[in-house]
């Protein structure tokens, strides 16, 4: 990759500069420039090439000065606890609260988005919230947080924010979470994911068909981020499919979905199957029944994996986890309240001893179901 500016390259953080719009702009680290003069962000597949003053369809990352950067740095749309299934992450510290927050803008156009308000906002005064990095980790102490999420809109688009906050978060024993599409390109990628402690990628579904009219990207670069997650970070990883009628359920994309999963990343990388709901630009889709999340299951642990979730609809079964080995059920959840744990200290299955693959800290958080919405700005 081609970069102008050797400096700013190797800088270990952003420096903040005035930019386009009423953001917070940051030099960043990952574009080069054309030969017609135009400047290209290398951050993901889009390779937005861009003016003077233009944004890329992000619409958080622009050119200015004849570089790349980034418009928001420090703002958002809204800081939330939640607890760490919401994320949904079943693996990872259960029970514990996580600090969720987003900014504005996404480098994909899902026609479905659940978040759109934020991921396809054009307006700066959706970030309403400030915080630097240190104050977020700082918060996240103080309000209990066993992590935080970047989560909402995809943290690619933010990703020197994420970083930062990251780093700052881990000064202080915070874990980092990406709630991610993973729609990015390698060399970002590594860099991004040195600083995370999990990741949900969401799958969005398993054909090129699909990505390109109903998400304007291409499948082939997210199956490069599982596969590097999986085979080359230490980054506990889970994935979400959210399953739209008529559009990504049919059993034969599910088999072929699932076989990849199981053959390409492992049978333990935990799957969750979501419940589509009406949204945005495809308000004419019905929501997606219960049935079909139960036939999805089925499939995929037919198809030898041994942890597949049903998310958005009340399914105790399809929450809870169960050894692969003896079939004991070593968490038992109701929504996102845990109901029974029957893990050692160090995750193992207190039934048969096998050890349950996940990032386990002893016993489970008390979180519960809550959902706190939090303010940081003007505190």
Same mark, same amino acid.
């Given at each position: ?54 944004r890329g369809l992000c @619409? =958080?990352? #622009? ?12 703002? +958002?749309?809204? /800081? %939330? ?10 693996? @990872? =510290?259960? #029970? ?12 994909? +156009?899902?026609? /479905? %988005? ?59 024993g915070v874990k980092s ?9 390698s060399e970002p990628r ?190």
């Amino acid at each position: 990759m081609r970069r102008t500016n050797d400096n700013a390259a190797m800088a270990s953080s952003p420096t903040p500069v005035h930019g386009l719009g009423d953001g917070s702009a940051v030099e960043t680290r990952y574009w080069h420039t054309l030969e017609d003069g135009r400047v290209q962000c290398d951050v993901c597949p889009r390779s937005c090439k861009l003016r003077e003053g233009q944004r890329g369809l992000c @619409f =958080v990352r #622009g050119a200015d000065g004849g570089q790349i950067k980034l418009l928001s740095y420090g703002r +958002s749309s809204g /800081f %939330c606890v939640d607890p760490i299934e919401k994320k949904p992450l079943n693996h @990872f =510290v259960p #029970g514990t609260s996580v600090l969720s927050f987003g900014t504005a803008g996404c480098n994909l +156009s899902c026609k /479905f %988005c659940q978040n759109h308000d934020m991921s396809k906002s054009r307006e700066m005064d959706t970030l309403a919230d400030h915080a630097s990095p240190p104050e977020l980790a700082a918060a996240a102490r103080r309000l209990g947080c066993a992590s935080v999420a970047f989560t909402y809109n995809d943290p690619v688009v933010f990703m020197e924010y994420a970083i930062d906050t990251a780093q700052a978060c881990r000064a202080v024993g915070v874990k980092s979470v990406a709630v991610t599409a993973g729609y990015m390109c390698s060399e970002p990628r590594a860099e991004f994911y040195r600083h995370m402690d999990a990741a949900n990628v969401d799958l969005k579904a398993f054909t090129e068909r699909f990505y390109y009219k109903v998400c304007g990207g291409e499948l082939g670069a997210v199956l490069e981020t599982l596969e590097y997650l999986k085979r080359e970070t230490q980054v506990w990883l889970e994935i979400t499919t959210l399953l739209i009628p008529g559009e990504n359920d049919s059993d034969s994309e599910i088999d072929a979905m699932t076989q990849w999963i199981a053959g390409k990343l492992g049978p333990d990388v935990p799957l969750h199957f979501t419940a589509f709901h009406p949204d945005w630009k495809m308000l004419d889709k019905p929501r997606t029944p219960p049935a079909t999340l139960t036939r999805a299951r089925r499939i995929a642990r037919t198809n030898g994996l041994n942890f597949v979730y049903t998310g958005n609809v009340h399914d105790r079964d399809g929450g809870s986890t169960s050894c692969p080995r003896c079939g004991t059920a070593v968490i038992e959840r109701d929504w996102y309240r845990i109901l029974s744990w029957n893990l050692d200290a160090a995750g193992a299955c207190r039934s048969c001893g096998s050890r349950i693959p996940g990032v386990f800290a002893g016993p489970p958080g008390e979180f519960g179901a809550r959902r706190v919405a939090v303010r940081l700005a003007g505190r």
